[in-house]
């Protein structure tokens, strides 16, 4: 609602209730007024026609003649003659009845419907002295009037002297009415000047609802407002003036601040898109959040992958510079593809290799498990790359894949001038080692015994994914390291007879570990009857016939020392 609708609101009732209070005042005093002399001048009317019947009554016993009926007659006669004198209009009537209620006497004619009679005589009786002294209002003859009444009892008369009540009370409902015109025009006549005074007043605050209006709709600070009156409004105009001024004034710095950082932004954004190619995405985000915190190392638990293609030197001797680079890169692309998409960061190329960790900047309890999946989804992308590679007449590549699991030291590693976002320590140097094992023991993917730990941690968990077949190899010590670890082939899923040479195989590395080795050497002999040829199957066999003949010292672990790799 409008301001200017509630002054009118506010105002106009206080006018209102004043004016109606005041000519309510006035109506009633004149009304009053009005029907006092109207009452008066009937009831003086009947006050003398009560008084000459009496005078006429009094004429006829004074000189004996009330016994005489022709002189009661004349006398009633005169009466209606007298009654008839005094009526003033053609719808008054004076009338009088006797108990029966018949019309006995009339100034105009009168016919009294049903009850109408009785109704009258009933009332003149209520009065106690039974004169002429109280207007009531009664239907007589069909109509509604206002009468004064009286009983003369020497001629058994109920006397009534009546005037329709609209001509009775005509004077008072002209004043009424006239009242409420007058009325009107008092109320119509404030409510104008009210308006056009609250639409005056209001004047300024609606220029400067405009002025917003406009600032709102074109967006443009420039809008000003004329100080019309020096009081709250003209104050209002002014201060709004001093608003928008302080405003735009404030508007163009915020454009050039956002100017400044749309160019930031843009700038961020290309920082972005290049070093992207060299760093993880999580990796810049983190720099950009926090900058000063990607200089510090941490210590976490990650999985670390190396990946290498199989007799890279062959393969580059045989390709052009450019062919090897264009195959190289298409390698790369189909490789580094499935890490990421595994959620992996790839750290670095290594010549042909390909180093990437799981577990940071960003953890996930799957870290292990989403490394080792990756791993397999890099075989299954290197048969496609293949079949590419065999339909256009170029080499196949072969790789070998190796994944550890343990606590290494992440973080920007290098000098102020380059620096790299790497992992260190030893766990990534086991790792980088059971890469090489894979040329030794034929295997195109090796795990430690670590990423195994994790992975059943996973299937006790109830993932579903975990649920991978592991085969256990050896247990090694590699170079530089006096602990042996036991490495683990993977698949993703095996044939029949593969499932059942599993099962073989490690109850066979478990006797083979407790020293039970002939027993051991028959079921890798099962083994060898399931997949001729299994070279893993073979090597344990000869082991367990040469320490079934001559048994190990009694210190023996089990652990083979590679002295490569």
């Keep these: 609602m409008k301001i200017r609708s ?25 009304v009053n007024g009005v029907n006092r002399i109207a009452w008066q001048f009937l009831s003086f009317k009947a006050s003398e026609l009560q008084k000459y019947a009496e005078s006429q009554w009094n004429l006829l016993e004074e000189y004996g003649y009330a ?7 004349a006398a009633k006669s005169s009466v209606e003659i007298y009654a008839k004198s005094i009526v003033l209009s053609d719808t008054e009537r004076i009338f009088a009845i006797d108990e029966a209620g018949n019309v006995v006497m009339q100034s105009a004619p009168i016919v009294l419907e049903a009850g109408e009679a009785e109704h009258l005589i009933s009332s003149i009786k209520k009065t106690d002295s039974g004169s002429a002294d109280e207007i009531a209002t009664m239907r007589l003859g069909g109509d509604e009037r206002s009468f004064m009444g009286f009983y003369f009892e020497p001629f058994g008369w109920y006397v009534a002297l009546s005037e329709l009540n609209v001509i009775f009370y005509q004077d008072a409902y002209e004043i009424a009415f006239q009242t409420i015109i007058v009325l009107l025009f008092a109320i119509a006549i404030p409510i104008l000047l009210l308006a056009l005074f609250a639409n005056r007043l209001t004047k300024p605050l609606t220029r400067v609802i ?10 443009k600070l420039d809008e000003r407002v004329s100080v019309e009156y020096r009081d709250e409004t003209g104050r209002l105009a002014h201060t709004f003036n001093l608003m928008t001024a302080a405003l735009q004034k404030a508007y163009a710095q915020i454009k050039q601040h956002a100017f400044n950082e749309a160019l930031a932004h843009s700038e961020e954004q290309r920082i972005r898109e290049i070093f992207q190619k060299y760093v993880p995405k999580d990796v810049i985000d983190q720099f950009f959040a926090s900058p000063e915190k990607m200089l510090v190392g941490q210590n976490r638990k990650l999985a670390v992958l190396f990946s290498d293609i199989r007799s890279f030197t062959s393969i580059s001797e045989g390709l052009a510079p450019d062919e ?5 890169n298409r390698y790369f692309s189909t490789q580094v593809d499935v890490i990421m998409n595994r959620k992996g960061v790839v750290d670095k190329y290594i010549g042909d290799a390909i180093m990437a960790f799981w577990g940071a ?17 890099m075989e299954e992308a290197l048969v496609a790359f293949n079949a590419e590679q065999i339909a256009a007449g170029k080499p196949e590549f072969h790789i070998g894949i190796g994944i550890n699991f343990g606590e290494v030291t992440v973080g920007n590693i290098g000098s102020e001038k380059k620096m790299d976002y790497t992992v260190i320590g030893d766990p990534v140097n086991l790792a980088s080692r059971m890469e090489g094992l894979t040329k030794i023991y034929k295997e195109g993917f090796l795990i430690t015994d670590m990423v195994v730990a994790e992975i059943v941690r996973l299937q006790k968990a109830g993932n579903s994914q975990a649920k991978l077949p592991m085969r256990l190899l050896d247990m090694v010590a590699v170079k530089n390291r006096k602990e042996g670890v036991r490495i683990y082939a993977v698949k993703r899923s095996l044939s029949a007879n593969e499932a059942k040479a599993l099962t073989l195989h490690n109850e066979a590395m478990g006797l083979y570990y407790g020293r039970k080795f002939s027993d051991a050497g028959l079921k890798f002999q099962a083994v060898l009857q399931i997949l001729p040829g299994d070279l893993a199957a073979g090597e344990m066999l000869a082991r367990c016939n040469r320490y079934a003949k001559t048994p190990p010292p009694i210190n023996w672990d089990g652990v083979e020392v590679m002295t490569s790799k």
């Design 6 to 30: 509630k002054i009118i609101l506010v105002v106009l009732p206080l006018i209102i209730v004043t004016v109606i209070l005041a000519e309510t005042a006035s109506l009633f005093s004149a």
């Design 67 to 73: 016994q005489r009926p022709e002189m009661l007659n």
């Design 210 to 219: 405009g002025a917003m209006n406009n600032i709102i709709t074109s967006g």
């Design 324 to 328: 090897l680079v264009q195959n190289l």
């Design 361 to 377: 900047p960003v953890h996930h309890e799957d870290d292990a498990l989403q490394a080792v999946l990756a791993g397999l989804d």
